[in-house]
């Protein structure tokens, strides 16, 4: 039997797999940071500068699924998520891309060199941040299966667990934050500023 016209309309598409592509390019851009700080730590410039133009890259096609989406989002009546919650997703998942090219960004300008105090530092707060991104990118992955379960059963426990994980490279990358902050009020002094 062929599905009516008026259900298509009236329960649409789903709206999750063009947020698994968005967070999988975010995702993917972040990850450049760790390269791109590779290559800030050794001061080749003409490698920070190539991975510079990885995540621009990356950014940019973030912004095109962005709008994508944004067009595209089903209006319909009976999303399984509510459309402005898929659109406050959305946009918490954009800032990703953005504060990734926001911060090689500024460092390449200003050819920034790393205090060799804060280099090993530096590098496990960038691992931490992107193995977050990481985390909520398996998490927004197993949201398809979360939805045809009706939220419950094994696929909660799955995701109550992955969030419960996330929560804890947040809370790491938080503390390991702090230290680098510390550290580098520490020999601030003698920095050019």
């Known amino acids: 039997m062929a599905s ?3 259900f298509t309309k009236l329960f649409g598409r789903s709206p999750i797999a063009p947020l698994q592509d968005h967070m999988s390019v975010s995702a993917e851009c972040a990850g450049v940071l760790v390269a791109y700080f590779e290559s800030v730590f050794a001061e080749d410039w003409a490698g920070a500068n190539d991975n510079y133009e990885k995540i621009g890259g990356l950014e940019e096609k973030a912004d095109k699924l ?11 009546l009976f999303l399984p998520v509510s459309r402005s919650d898929l659109l406050e997703l959305l946009h918490m998942q954009d ?3 953005n504060r990734a090219k926001d911060i090689a960004g500024l460092i390449l300008g200003r050819k920034m060199p790393i205090p060799q105090e804060v280099r090993s530092l530096l590098k496990e707060y960038v691992e931490l941040s992107v193995s977050a991104t990481s985390f909520a990118l398996d998490a927004l992955n197993e949201l398809d299966d979360l939805i045809v379960h009706g939220f419950s059963g094994r696929e909660i426990e799955l995701i109550e667990k992955m969030l419960s994980n996330l929560g804890d490279v947040e809370h790491e990358s938080d503390v390991k934050q702090i230290e680098v902050r510390s550290t580098l009020m520490a020999v601030e002094g003698r920095l050019n500023p």
Do not use: H, Q, T
């Open 4 to 6: 009516s016209p008026i």
């Open 95 to 97: 800032r990703i891309p």
């Open 66 to 76: 962005k709008r994508e989406i944004r067009i595209n989002l089903p209006k319909s």
